[in-house]
């Protein structure tokens, strides 16, 4: 704009004229009569004033097509935008790239691979926190994707959401699927998992047990034996699964730790033999433990250091060995089975031996063949100068750039060991030899998986891996897009070929044949293999194949089955995920707004979609409960609620625990309550359940779906019960599965049996619906066996329907219950803490304060830390690891995950006690203190009321007895 046509006003004065002009522009007088009166409108002399000048076009002139409406009134707010950006919700780092990234394989030999069960193996990385499973993982993509490397990245390939990254840590299982060579260069396509190391997340790490067939164990050889690669061994070994072992971070041994030879050596072995120590304990069959035994030399343990980028077996560095020399005829095999435990070499003869040799300078071969050199490198590579590394590089086969020799020292490691060792080639030998493929493994996965007859023309496909039988996949986990818009249902194919577009049956968890509700018709939009940050989209998927699908995940909810329709042979689903832990952890939430109630229910069904574990309940009182496992494991889920599903403002209660209820003594009545019409009759009693019994039935080792005499030969051989009780259990309580017993003990010359069969489902629900909310604050009842000990039903059918018979056996089992001694139960955690020993006090002194007590503190070998093992109540654990950081300076590092149920001091139905407010209850008070304010929190009357749960006729008849000692 030029400044000379306005004035300091802004207003518009025009060009100036030069004399010429002006004096042209003065007329006459008598001149002017001779001009016209009236000039055109489109004379451009024509004077415009200046409220009606247009310097600047229309819209309706630069946009013709727009349309423009006014708005007489703005009724927005004043935070609300006139034009609102656009949203684009995002939680995780993706590549977007829709075309195929470069790797060492083209898009086609991978799918050539998916077609071939032999060369398929599916596995999951599991272990502890931060021993470097994510970290492996990385690697295996990097040497495949060479476009991803970068030496100077900081987060895992597989942890590509924003919290991931923020925490340092992994929150949800990762499936990627890359295409690896052995040693012989034969390419396998491996399916893997990686799984969470926090304890928090077990059930990311169930969910990957359902589809792999086996599990590759990470441990950090210098923390060795810690509380999550225990569980995690127990919890393969209950699936099925095989074993094979990553000893990692073997360069802490060199560099950090600083051990000769001699010591990293028993630092290896003392970790080997903690594995093996703990396998035992979970194989108790002496062969079957020395199938699956950890061994270097049987190949199935591998040493690696991510950090560094290589890993190897024994045979993979004999290999090398006999690449370097390759004029001796050295069969590898059995050269590496000479490189671990008692074995030395005399120098002289060449030959080794299992004998001690008197000189004192022999190592073990380990020692000499694989750690010795290994020092030799990291010495070299540290200490010296570039150009004496060069050459030394180049006798072992390695050649750098004179780039690459200016590198820093943990850059030049990691290149110098990669291309010596390499990362995959001996971890893929191991794999694939001790790994079965799916092929393999299916016949034992599909005992343990699938809920129909093995008999069935569906289940032969399964076993046979049929491309062209009916469709069957099992879907175990449900992931968000990388914008929350939609979700994919990860599972793997069975049986059958799946395509996108084809219409599918999706059957929930809770399908039955003879009730179809959780089953509806789903169209799968798409496949794709999944690949954290990057999709890889594919025309079809045969058996033994990972997939994800789109367009199904509508009725799904953390597990299903899929099947074709068109098959005639009824289907069956797979069964739900059985998980080594337990949700003891609850939240209240609710929007900060009310009128976002509709979104944050949406948003939790979100959560309970994609969670495992994750449960969801509306109590008596009206407020939302989620339950989980831990803290970090709440603490992620209120993140995805209200950034990601959700997106509101959410209000969250302080965290509280669930609690169970249980007797310590039997009934001393024989209690009975009456239906509304007075027709019939239950008596029952209670008492508890002998130890063991509750864990047996939860773990699956007894189930209801045994057969009768199974079932009976199991009580009879392992506890000892009388033929009687074993043979008459009803049910197990709560859904079948849960820690309480149903036994019919009712004298058949006193009780119609045929009767007492025909109401047997309306008292099973009954106890059922007892077992599940308890009579003193409504949580399950757990550790108690009810004894139906008599039962007067009425012949006529119409006097004795579920309405009639539901209820009152739930009453009468309340009865019996409060007539047992009934005692609060409360969960406890395990906690495990890793700290120096000046730290010993302050942690003994905080786990005090919180009702907790040591187990046992042992000195970690080879390193200046120690091992407190306690136990700690899960109500008193809140704040717990923020509290033993301050008083340990941060120095101390702790893993709480529940362990066992445990009965709180005192008697909560005793109403002598006197509760003060603002004021900690003792010891013997605590459970009078638990049931109240649980009670308080439910909306329930603080005291629970005996003509509640008595039956009229029965307290009528027990006048003379006081029955204040039981209840109110």
């Not at 900081?154 to 949800?172: G, V």
């Not at 020395?290 to 290589?310: I, L």
């Not at 831990?630 to 403002?649: N, P």
């Not at 009954?766 to 108690?784: K, M, T």
Request: net charge negative; hydrophobic share 35%.
């Amino acid at each position: 704009m030029d400044a000379d046509l306005y004035d300091e006003f802004g207003n518009y004065i025009g060009p100036e004229l030069d004399e010429s002009s002006e004096s042209s522009d003065w007329i006459d007088e008598e001149d002017e009569m001779d001009i016209q009166d009236v000039e055109p409108d489109d004379a451009p002399s024509k004077i415009i004033p200046y409220q009606d000048r247009q310097y600047y076009p229309d819209a309706e002139e630069v946009y013709p097509d727009a349309e423009v409406t006014v708005q007489e009134e703005d009724t927005r707010t004043i935070d609300e935008p006139i034009i609102a950006p656009v949203d684009k919700k995002k939680f995780e780092y993706t590549i977007s790239s829709t075309e195929w990234l470069p790797t060492t394989y083209t898009k086609e030999y991978m799918e050539s691979l998916m077609t071939i069960p032999d060369r398929i193996r599916c596995i999951a990385f599991a272990g502890h926190i931060h021993h470097g499973k994510s970290s492996f993982v990385g690697k295996l993509i990097d040497e495949t994707h060479h476009s991803l490397i970068n030496l100077k990245k900081k987060s895992p390939f597989t942890d590509h959401r924003f919290d991931e990254q923020d925490r340092a840590i992994s929150l949800r299982s990762a499936p990627v699927s890359v295409v690896l060579p052995d040693s012989q260069d034969k390419s396998y396509l491996f399916h893997i998992i990686d799984t969470p190391g926090h304890v928090n997340f077990n059930d990311e790490a169930t969910a990957a047990f359902r589809l792999c067939d086996g599990i590759v164990l990470v441990v950090d050889v210098v923390e060795g034996k810690m509380v999550n690669n225990e569980r995690m061994i127990r919890h393969a070994v209950q699936n099925g699964l095989k074993i094979v072992l990553v000893l990692n971070k073997i360069d802490r041994l060199i560099l950090e730790l600083k051990l000769p030879p001699q010591d990293a050596y028993y630092k290896i072995k003392h970790t080997l033999d903690d594995m093996n120590e703990i396998l035992e304990t979970c194989i108790p069959d002496p062969d079957q433990f020395e199938a699956a035994r950890f061994s270097p030399e049987k190949g199935n343990v591998c040493f690696a250091s991510t950090e560094h980028c290589w890993s190897f077996t024994l045979e993979h560095f004999a290999n090398i060995y006999i690449f370097k020399n390759s004029k001796n005829n050295v069969n590898s095999k059995q050269f590496s089975r000479h490189l671990w435990g008692n074995i030395w070499m005399d120098p002289r003869s060449r030959v080794f031996s299992s004998n001690k040799p008197k000189r004192s300078d022999i190592q073990r071969s380990f020692i000499q063949f694989v750690l010795e050199p290994l020092y030799k490198i990291y010495g070299r590579v540290v200490g010296e100068e570039p150009d004496q590394l060069e050459i030394i590089l180049k006798k072992l086969g390695v050649n750098l750039t004179k780039q690459e020799l200016r590198l820093d020292v943990h850059s030049l490691i990691k290149i110098v060991m990669g291309r010596f060792i390499g990362i995959s080639r001996g971890f893929v030998d191991m794999v694939t030899e001790y790994i079965p493929s799916p092929i393999q493994a299916i016949n034992q996965k599909l005992e343990f998986l699938y809920t129909g007859p093995l008999d069935s023309k569906r289940a032969e496909a399964m076993l046979n891996m049929d491309p062209d039988g009916p469709l069957m996949i099992n879907i175990s986990k449900v992931y968000p897009s990388a914008d929350c818009s939609e979700f994919y249902a990860l599972g793997k194919v069975l049986s059958g070929t799946v395509t996108p577009g084809v219409r599918v049956k999706v059957l929930g968890e809770n399908y039955e044949q003879q009730h179809e509700e959780d089953m509806t018709l789903e169209t799968i939009s798409r496949i794709f293999i999944g690949m954290t940050r990057y999709q890889i989209n594919v025309n079809s998927a045969t058996p033994g194949n990972f997939i994800m699908m789109a367009g199904v995940d509508a009725s799904i909810n953390k597990t299903a089955s899929i099947v074709d329709i068109q098959y005639g042979e009824p289907a069956y689903i797979f069964r739900p995920l059985q998980f080594c832990t337990t949700p003891v952890v609850k939240i209240a939430v609710e929007p900060l707004n009310p009128s976002e109630l509709p979104k944050m229910l949406s948003g939790i069904r979100k959560i309970n979609k994609t969670y495992p574990i994750v449960s969801t309940k509306v109590e008596e009182s009206g407020e939302l409960v989620i339950l989980g496992t831990g803290e970090l494991y709440l603490d992620t889920i209120m993140y995805d609620l209200r950034k990601l599903y959700a997106q509101i403002e959410i209000k969250v209660a302080n965290p509280v625990v669930t609690f169970c209820e249980t007797v310590v003594e039997t009934s001393a009545l024989r209690c009975f309550a009456s239906t509304p019409n007075k027709k019939n009759k239950i008596t029952m009693i209670a008492e508890p359940l002998v130890d063991g019994i509750s864990k047996d039935i939860e773990t699956g080792r007894v189930s209801m779906n045994m057969s009768g005499r199974d079932l009976s030969n199991f009580f009879r051989e392992n506890y000892q019960w009388d033929i009687v009780s074993s043979r008459n259990i009803w049910a197990f309580g709560p859904d079948n599965d849960g820690p309480n017993v149903l036994v019919n003990t009712c004298n058949p010359t006193e009780v119609p049996r045929t009767l007492l069969l025909q109401e047997k489902n309306s008292i099973v629900q009954g106890f059922q619906w007892a077992a599940r909310e308890g009579p003193l604050c409504e949580e399950p009842i757990r550790n108690v066996k009810f004894e139906l000990v008599h039962a007067n039903i009425c012949e006529e059918p119409m006097y004795r329907g579920g309405n009639q018979i539901i209820p009152t056996a739930r009453r009468v089992a309340y009865s019996a219950f409060l007539t047992a001694k009934p005692r609060l139960m409360e969960p406890v955690y395990y906690v495990e803490i890793q700290c120096p020993s000046e730290c010993l006090p302050a942690i003994f002194n905080v786990l005090y304060r919180r009702r907790g007590h040591v187990v046992e503190d042992l000195p970690k070998v080879a390193t200046p830390l120690y091992t407190v093992k306690a136990y700690i109540p899960v109500i008193d654990s809140f704040g717990f690891e923020t509290d033993l950081r301050a008083h340990t300076q941060g120095l101390a590092f702790c893993c709480s995950v529940f362990d066992h149920w445990t009965i709180v001091p005192g008697d909560p139905l005793d109403s002598t006690i006197v509760l003060r407010p603002l004021e900690d209850a003792p010891q013997p008070h605590l459970a009078r203190d638990f049931m109240v304010k649980t009670r308080r929190r439910k909306g329930l009357s603080e005291d629970v009321s005996r003509s509640k749960f008595f039956d009229e006729d029965f307290l009528a008849n027990n006048q003379d007895l006081d029955l204040t000692s039981y209840i109110l």
